[in-house]
């Protein structure tokens, strides 16, 4: 596939992490943001190429991991309303809420589905005018759009038994407050190339002046990765902390256009909890008050009733990369991809769960 | 989050929600082309849960390969400079 | 090493009600598995982890197996539900090192399905019955309400016979030993899901649904001595080589660069999130053989036509039970885990 | 004679969907089984019209059969589907004078079941086996969606050994043979009737279901050269005489007053306006024996508990094939034909 | 059981049978109005022990047979609504309405489901508030009150989402349409017991005069048919045509007031087409006005759409006792139990379907 | 058409509708009683459609035995009348 193929080459990888040896004179610990570059790093094992004490953490970047119990309550309720039809990508459907998942409230006759896309809860709606469909529109600013552009065509073609479960993050707020935790051990950023691909590079600006972290807008494909980092140690190295744009192929600097102004028309900036660390003050989308009528919160009267975490689960510290996952006492005992006591046991790009399914054995 | 991936687009539909056909190799797929106006058959755009999020900037598709390119004459430079 | 891992140990069953993923194929599969139909005392069930129990029938040595295929949509590119349930059980027959013979074919019928569908249906399955060269000698047929079940399932189960030295069981895994494919995975897999509602997509991927009696007499005939083998069916590749490596308490180091996966399953695979060594295939096998022996295996595969892109993807290591590995293309190392359930399209 | 009977004429199917009856044991099963099944070309499907296929591995006759198991509720006086689906198709093997030896289990389990239900079910299987003396060598489970099954369904295929000597099948039936029943008949549909959302009613009823193989070995034991012998199953008894008198191409003539039913199933079947002939059993068969032996079997068979009931019901006749017709206790006659679907409660 | 194997004895069975044979001197032709009593007739072979010359016709007295397809197809159109619970006696579900019958119906989808009595159609409507449940009122006098019970408790209880589609049938405008007929070959009735346990004897006084025909009230047991045949051939040896009382244990003459009552209550006599014979002035039952709630025509608007019966059936003909089933062309040939044209080849009380299954072989 | 079976009164619940447990031999069943009131435990009744619709009287149960000892009667006295 062109546009894939180039960037996974073996000997140019190799160039790179030559190059990596060759540069670094210090440890360092970066940490990629996003769960897709997180999923590409030990797919192809990147994280065993580096050279000593240049550490990878694994970022906030995977809404699966970091969806409040609170909001992940809702939708169970919502789901198991008689009626509706609950829509969600595939990797919600495991992360536990305060009791239960998706996928018990499913097994216990509750009607949820798997979709690709938001435009096929859409169609279902339209296919299914008995029924409420409701969408769970969980990720970050790359997703976003998609859900904006769904309840817009529902307003637009007068599907009213469609509604939003809107939990969309941010993921400037999140650095920041990874970047203010006095205990960070994170010295520079690989930032979410697909984010980027949408919001463009603006507010990274603010970030590594006041913070002097270095930001590099990063994707995913190994030469990617490899060269983000390189740029990320480099500047590191030099002592620079400026943003800038490995993903050049992908991100324009302003970002997207008309995906910026269909987020503006349908959401509004808003407080979110995020699972494992807590409150952050602007850092999530909601509806505006005029797509009030396809809120699912207001549509179903789900009131917030406090989501209980799993006391024994650090996922907080692993998000901020305080803690790597295996230093979790839980980790691979009483926490498991089967019986998950954090939302980063269960995405295939949850830290824990990458750490579980990829590097449980030492060796080879 | 935000699996992207590259796919050349076929074909376009427009009208009040712009539509086409974008191939991720042998596999195609309908993908929205609202946020990418600009798009053309031919281009190729980054897909993302059934919406094209980007068109892929032949140009800037190649810098990868420059830097390796400048990595290597700094390293050839710096190996130079050694002896 | 996880202590879920260690079968004398294994984690209690948190669901108290079935979930999907108990049928998925992957850890949470093998756990009820054992906890339930093998547990204490005197295991109730299948005594032999195998695609086939090989036992005693008089002076002969029978061999037996049986699977329901419940497969949606029933018509995809390449194939049916009822070509599915011939060969998926012909193929479990075959990995035993049997010769199949026989075939049983049990029915649940949905109140309401075509007739129309069910002949075509039963058409395949004349069709591979002949073609594997088994008869399907007895039946059974169950009619249930409207909404009690999917359509149509089906039961098949095989019966056939292990000829006079042959020997092909998990526990004759050795280290050292050569592990091949016998051709490029995944295709049944992506054939199946691009024609699945919501998810459709255009591919010219075919399901890679076929019997490999072939492949196995092959084997036999070029005088290998043939250690293990299994078909790569749910759960695909990685899945089948956990099984083995669990069963024969061995390691596997796999090579990704070696493992044959075709263009368009892996663009598909791209597209989805999905990892091409998960993806179900219904005509692929992995058969272990001695390392000395491994390129005339190959060559046996090779000559059939449906072994010409049989390839030798790993080898099997001194290591902890059922750890399997794979050496990326760029040199790195990652754990091929047994799934927690099904793979689910990470589309986000 | 009504061309319906006559097999090389089937009336065409009428209905273009599946409907209950198919499933039902009785005439419209008949003709879709002789119609999708069987039909040309060259047959796809069980050849032998038998509750087992005897079939040859290498030297020895292999038995073959397989039953799928959707029974609602799961658990019923006097037994469950884990116990049925071992019984069944030990009973199908022993039928074809094979002594039953191993089984195969598919489970095909709904999303959402409760582990402790499956747990108990496995766990009767488990009992039910060993009392059987057979081994359950290999299974399968699938778990479908939600609502894309009934909880629970399991095929069991079973595999037995045929000893030199024995020939059970409905071709050896002669005019003048005696037909014997191995005990009460009905009790089985009751006690699951009685239980039945939206029919309950209380009852002493259990089921009848038991394995049938002392009773078989008894027979031979005895020396009897059984003709050939039939579990009086989905349909109960005339529905597998009817079974019989066609495959033999025989006619068969019941005494209304020697068929044995008991006192409680006779009274639930006045309430629903059933007739106690078609109401299944899950633990009795009719044998076909030659007249002389007649009395030497039905004492072989009253030797043994499961079997104190058993008593002479009638005899073969010429006449028309499949024609099976009862004396009255006030001496007329009826046809006791097959039914058109599942015989239902005449309520009105 | 008590008060049923006392009438099965073989041995006061042939002292009836001989006593019939004395006394019968010359051909009588008796109809059993019951699809009840037919079974009986059937089940124990009465019909082959009677004197040679003495024939019994198996009259309307099913309502499987009767009910018509216009009914049917309102049933039909019904049971297809989606939410709805239909709910009918078992041999309806196989009776064909102008396409289909309600078995193809339910496995096209359609949630029918059999029951024993009106009361469990009322209580699944008790379990099921969301579904509006249709109970299917087919049947004579002695099934309309169970009908009439079950639509006054659903009134008395404010459930709401019950409905009946009444379709109960009156014996005696029945046996009088038979008798108008002027082809007809009856000589006597053995009237239908259990009708007449709610009614009892008191209109058939008016048509045993009008008609000079023998009429006596007739039980289920053998001995019972046996001793009503006797004493019907009692009556037209001596001449005599009167209505007499055979199943005095359960029959009082003025039949059982407190059902009376009921039926009072929530029916009125309307007309009705039978099917196979044609309209026959009152006599039907449908609900009153004060019911008209409860009314499944009102509630879902079915109209009456004019279904068309099998032009080869002679199914009328066999009602009234002018054809035997075999006389009919179509008998076990086109028409069979599985591909009946005609509802009196459904029931297994039904005529056609009784000498099928039944007499289909001559000789044992 | 109008299966009806008799059964013996077990018990009864009186109330808005008058309900009761009938046994039919060996198998019992709740049935509705409000037709028949004077209905007893250790009556029979008649039951249809899950409704008592008669009592059985034990006196004319006895009728069909009577009707053929007369029968018998008769036909004793014409065998004695025909020498
Ligand atoms: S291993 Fe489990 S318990 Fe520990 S931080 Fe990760 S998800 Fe939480
Ligand atoms: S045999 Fe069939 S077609 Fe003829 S009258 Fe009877 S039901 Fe009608
Ligand atoms: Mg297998
Ligand atoms: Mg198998
Ligand atoms: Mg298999
Ligand atoms: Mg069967
Ligand atoms: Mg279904
Ligand atoms: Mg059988
Ligand atoms: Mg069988
Ligand atoms: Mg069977
Ligand atoms: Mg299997
Ligand atoms: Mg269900």
Redesign the interface.
């Known amino acids: 596939m062109r546009y894939v193929e180039e960037y996974r080459g073996a000997e140019e990888a190799h160039r790179f992490v030559q190059a990596l040896h060759a540069r670094v004179t210090r440890p360092w610990t970066l940490m990629e943001i996003c769960g897709g570059q997180t999923h590409a790093i030990v797919r192809f094992g990147i994280d065993q190429l580096l050279p000593p004490g240049l550490t990878l953490l694994h970022g906030p970047g995977c809404p699966v991991c970091v969806t409040s119990v609170e909001t992940l309550d809702k939708a169970l309720a919502i789901a198991s309303r008689p009626g509706v039809v609950f829509c969600s990508f595939g990797d919600m459907l495991r992360v536990p809420g305060s009791e239960r998942d998706l996928l018990s409230v499913k097994a216990a006759g509750a009607d949820v589905r798997i979709v690709y896309s938001p435009m096929d809860a859409l169609a279902l709606a339209e296919r299914l005018p008995g029924r409420e469909v409701v969408f769970f529109a969980v990720g970050f600013e790359t997703t976003a759009p998609a859900s904006a552009m769904a309840v817009h065509e529902a307003r637009r073609r007068g599907l009213r038994n469609f509604s939003l479960l809107a939990a969309h993050v941010l993921v400037p707020p999140a650095m920041e407050a990874i970047l203010a935790d006095r205990n960070r051990r994170v010295d520079g950023f690989l930032a979410a190339g697909h984010v980027c691909t949408i919001m463009g590079m603006e507010a990274y600006g603010p970030l590594a002046r006041a913070y002097r972290v270095p930001i590099v807008v990063t994707g995913f494909e190994p030469l990617d990765l490899l060269q983000g980092i390189h740029m990320c140690v480099a500047q590191l190295e030099d002592g620079r902390a400026a943003v800038e744009n490995q993903y050049a192929r992908a991100v324009r600097p302003p970002g997207n256009a008309p995906a910026q102004a269909m987020l503006q028309a349908v959401f509004e900036v808003v407080h979110r909890t995020w699972r494992g660390i807590g409150p952050i003050p602007s850092s999530g989308l909601g509806l505006r008050a005029a797509y009030a009528d396809w809120d699912a919160e207001r549509k179903f009267g789900v009131s917030a009733v406090g989501g209980r975490e799993d006391a024994e689960c650090r996922s907080g510290s692993v998000l901020r990369g305080l803690l790597k996952p295996p230093e979790c006492p839980a980790f691979g005992t009483r926490c498991t991809p089967e019986t998950p006591l954090g939302a980063t046991m269960v995405s295939s790009e949850g830290a824990c769960a990458a750490y579980y399914r990829y590097r449980r054995f030492t060796g080879p | 989050?935000?699996?992207?991936?590259?796919?050349?687009v076929l074909s376009t539909v427009e009208g009040?929600?712009r539509m086409g056909r974008v191939a991720?190799?042998?596999?195609?797929?309908e993908v929205?082309l609202?946020?990418?106006?600009e798009a053309q058959p031919g281009d190729?755009v980054?897909?993302?849960?059934?919406?094209a999020?980007?068109r892929?900037?032949?140009e800037?598709?190649l810098?990868?390969?420059a830097?390796?390119e400048e990595?290597?004459e700094t390293?050839e430079k710096?190996g130079g400079q050694s002896p | 090493m996880s202590t879920l891992l260690n079968r004398s140990c294994p984690a209690p069953l948190k669901h108290s009600t079935i979930q999907l993923a108990h049928g998925g194929g992957g850890r949470l599969m093998r756990q009820l598995i054992e906890e339930v139909f093998l547990e204490p005392p005197p295991a109730l069930a299948w005594t032999e982890r195998h695609d086939s129990a090989v036992v005693p029938l008089g002076t002969e040595r029978l061999a037996l197996t049986t699977d329901s295929y419940v497969v949606t949509p029933r018509f995809f590119p390449g194939g049916d539900i009822g070509k599915l349930a011939v060969y998926g059980t012909v193929n479990d027959l075959v990995m035993s090192g049997a010769r199949p013979l026989y075939l049983s074919a049990g029915f649940i019928l949905e109140e309401g399905l075509a007739m129309e569908e069910l002949r075509r249906v039963v058409a395949s399955m004349r069709e591979a019955a002949r073609e594997c060269g088994v008869r399907l000698v007895t039946g059974d047929t169950k009619v249930v309400d409207r909404g009690k079940a999917d359509g149509l399932f089906i039961n098949t189960s095989g019966a056939g016979h292990v000829p006079e030295g042959r020997s092909v069981h998990p526990r004759r895994v050795r280290p050292g030993d050569a592990v091949l494919v016998s051709g490029d995975v995944g295709q049944h897999g992506i054939a199946v899901l691009s024609v699945r509602e919501g998810l459709a997509f255009e591919t010219p991927v075919q399901s890679d649904c076929s019997p490999l009696t072939p492949l196995v007499e092959a084997l036999f005939s070029a005088g290998v001595d043939v250690h293990a083998l299994r078909d790569t069916t749910r759960g695909g590749l990685a899945s089948a080589l956990n099984e083995l490596a669990l069963d024969g308490g061995v390691s596997v180091l796999l090579e990704e660069t070696s493992v044959p996966v075709n263009e368009a399953v892996s663009g598909a695979c791209e597209l989805l999130g999905l990892d091409p060594l998960y993806v179900a295939c219904e005509g692929r096998m992995v058969a272990f053989v001695p390392e000395p022996q491994a390129e005339v295996a190959l060559a046996a595969l090779r000559g059939h036509p449906l072994g010409v892109a049989a390839a030798r993807i790993g080898r099997v290591t001194e290591g902890p039970a059922g750890r399997v590995s794979l050496r990326t293309r760029l040199g790195g190392h990652r754990l091929l885990d047994l799934l927690s359930g099904e793979q689910l399209p990470r589309i986000c």
């Open positions: 989050m935000c699996l992207g991936i590259p796919g050349e009040p929600l991720f190799g042998q596999v195609i797929k929205c609202a946020y990418v106006p190729f980054v897909v993302h849960a059934g919406f999020i980007s892929v900037d032949p800037g598709a810098r990868v390969f830097y390796l990595l290597g390293a710096l």
